[in-house]
């Protein structure tokens, strides 16, 4: 990251999506700040599933890397695809509404999931990452057949 002049956080957050789309979690984390405000609206007592584990809140940039790798790690890369809908920016503040498609690794079961992703940013690093999404189609996609 360049020390030149702040980026804004349109440019943060149209970076951010560009380097989730290559993959690499490292360089995904570097847009984090060390510390920052991590939490996904997921009831509190399915954080950190075996099945899910990615799923808990966080709080520094190495932790921004780790979900990043466990969300690789548990879904099939070729069936994952996002659309994103809106960005909507208000100051510092950014909102990224869109779906996923994934296909859970452990059942080979496809979902789809709505989301909106509120991030703010400030002196060019994210310092909040919310996750309001699908909960309930995520977790049946990765839930083991009973029987």
Request: net charge negative.
């Amino acid at each position: 990251m360049s020390s030149a002049a702040p980026r804004s956080a349109r440019t943060v957050v149209e970076e951010l999506l560009r380097r989730i789309g290559e993959g690499d979690p490292e360089r995904i984390a570097e847009l984090y700040a060390e510390r920052g405000d991590w939490k996904l609206d997921w009831p509190q007592t399915e954080h950190g599933r075996k099945a899910t584990p990615w799923i808990r809140h966080r709080s520094t940039r190495a932790d921004a890397a780790a979900h990043y790798r466990e969300l690789a790690e548990h879904h099939l890369p070729q069936y994952n695809a996002t659309e994103i809908e809106r960005i909507l920016i208000d100051d510092n503040d950014a909102v990224v509404i869109g779906e996923i498609r994934q296909t859970a690794r452990p059942t080979r079961r496809a979902y789809r999931a709505r989301f909106a992703l509120h991030l703010t940013i400030e002196d060019g690093l994210i310092t909040r990452h919310h996750v309001y999404e699908d909960s309930l189609a995520v977790a049946q996609a990765f839930e083991e057949e009973s029987g």
